[in-house]
């Protein structure tokens, strides 16, 4: 794009983003982002999920860019050896979790390296297994957990219920904390500079590039905060019409190829090699 600023590093979502519905990246994916390394453009993930839930991505990506988990709570290598974390306060990660009990929310806590839960059988706890590709801790209770929390999820069948608490615990936390639906059924809690749009100024640090040199992709409500940090910011065609309002550009679905289709138009001349 002859209008567009010198992009050295591209950064994506990626559920809804990265991956398709079945958790999958495709070949055409694969291929393109190969074919950005090879013209000299980094690439690198940011996700809501731990960063042990992206490992199935850095043989097809061949990713050595630092993994950013958590919305920013944490940045690690590609071994997971950790560069930086950011972890609630123990009394805000207290107070997250009597806001989402009290309301009769299932928890998640994510703490040292486990996702902990009180109930292996709730909602969404295999379809995450799946999609991390590891499993959970079942605890007692949250007690040491909380001290020492990169992340608390609420989680809901519900998503209309869980939309409206996004911006009520919000209120309630102020300053002390990011709160975000990072998927219709989760509602993410985390460290106040542990949200995207803050985490995406830090990767760029590391990744020895400014932030004017960056492209983004998302397409979730925590995806936004990002969008706002970047000159090219490209929302996925699956994500809300908000969403897509906040982004220079719009691709096509996670199902349809939307994250490669934009490599493709927008990096790649169009094609891959």
């Known amino acids: 794009m002859s209008d567009a600023p010198p992009i050295k590093a591209i950064v994506a979502d990626v559920d809804g983003t990265v991956v398709d519905s079945a958790k999958q990246v495709t070949a055409r994916t694969q291929k393109a982002v190969a074919e950005l390394g090879r013209r000299g453009i980094a690439f690198a993930v940011i996700s809501g999920r731990p960063p042990e839930g992206m490992r199935m991505l ?7 860019t630092p993994i950013t988990g ?15 974390e950011r972890l609630l306060e123990p009394e805000v990660a207290k107070q997250t979790y009597d806001f989402l009990k009290e ?12 996702w902990l839960l009180l109930d ?13 590709q ?14 020492v929390a990169h992340k608390i999820v609420g989680v809901s069948d519900d998503p209309e219920m869980l939309q409206s ?39 760029a640090k ?9 492209a983004v992709f998302g397409d979730s409500n925590n995806d936004v905060s990002m969008f706002r940090k970047s000159p090219l910011s490209i929302a996925m065609g699956n994500a809300s019409d908000s ?19 934009a490599l493709e138009k927008y990096f790649l001349d169009g094609k891959t090699t």
């Not at 936390?173 to 100024?201: F, M, R, W």
């Not at 969403?243 to 289709?261: C, L, M, Y």
């Open 165 to 203: 608490y996004e911006q009520e615990i919000q209120g309630v936390l102020g300053e002390k904390a990011a709160a975000s639906l990072s998927q219709p059924y989760y509602l993410d809690i985390t460290h106040p500079q542990a949200n995207k749009g803050d985490a995406v100024v830090t990767l």
């Open 206 to 214: 590391l990744m020895g590039v400014t932030m004017d040199q960056v």
């Open 58 to 64: 850095i043989e097809p990506l061949k990713l050595t």
């Open 134 to 147: 590891f499993g959970p801790t079942v605890v007692r209770d949250f007690s040491h957990g909380l001290s």
């Open 120 to 132: 292996p059988k709730a909602p969404h706890v295999d379809k995450e297994a799946r999609t991390v």
């Open 103 to 114: 309301r009769k929310i299932d928890v998640w806590v994510y703490s040292e390296g486990k």
């Open 243 to 261: 969403v897509k309002k906040q982004a220079r550009f719009v691709t096509g679905a996670n199902d349809a190829e939307g994250f490669a289709e």
């Open 70 to 84: 958590f919305n920013g709570g944490a940045f690690t290598k590609p071994d997971m050896t950790v560069i930086e």
